[in-house]
C-alpha cells in the first residue's frame, strides 16, 4: 500500500488515515508552529526525566500535540499532513533563521517570495 509513501516513516506509524492535504502554511504560522513544538518538546523531555522516562520522539510528541490541540485522530493526521507538506515547501526557500527572526516574511505578516 502507497499511501502515505511520501509521510516519514516516523510520523506514518503514527497515524491512522492519510489525507491528501494541499494547503500550505504561511511561513509565520509555520513558524509559530515550530516554536511551539520545540518548547513542547523540552518540557516534555524534562518532565519525562524526572520521572525516569524516556523522552518522547519528535513525531510521537507532534501526533500528540496535535491530538490534544484537535481531540480527534482524523485532524491530527490532517495537520501532521500539512506541517510535513509545509517544511517541505519552504525547505529550499526559507532558513530555520528566517524563520526565527521574521526575515521570512514582511512588516505585515505576508509572506516574502
Do not use: C, N
Not at 504560522?29 to 526525566?49: F, G, H
Request: proline content about 6%.
Amino acid at each position: 500500500d502507497s499511501r502515505g509513501a511520501s509521510i516519514p516513516d516516523g510520523f506514518r506509524k503514527l497515524m491512522s488515515s492519510f489525507p491528501k492535504v494541499v494547503r500550505v502554511m504561511p511561513k509565520r504560522l509555520l513558524a509559530k508552529t515550530l516554536l511551539v513544538l520545540y518548547v513542547e518538546k523540552v518540557m516534555s523531555d524534562a518532565s519525562r526525566a524526572d520521572a525516569g522516562k524516556p523522552p518522547l520522539s519528535a513525531p510521537q510528541l507532534v501526533a500528540e500535540f496535535f491530538f490534544h490541540k484537535y481531540g480527534l485522530r482524523s485532524l491530527m493526521d490532517w495537520h501532521i499532513v500539512e506541517l510535513v507538506e509545509s517544511l517541505r515547501h519552504y525547505r529550499d526557500k526559507t532558513t530555520a533563521k528566517q524563520l526565527a527572526t521574521g526575515e521570512a516574511y514582511r512588516e505585515d505578516g505576508t509572506d516574502l517570495p
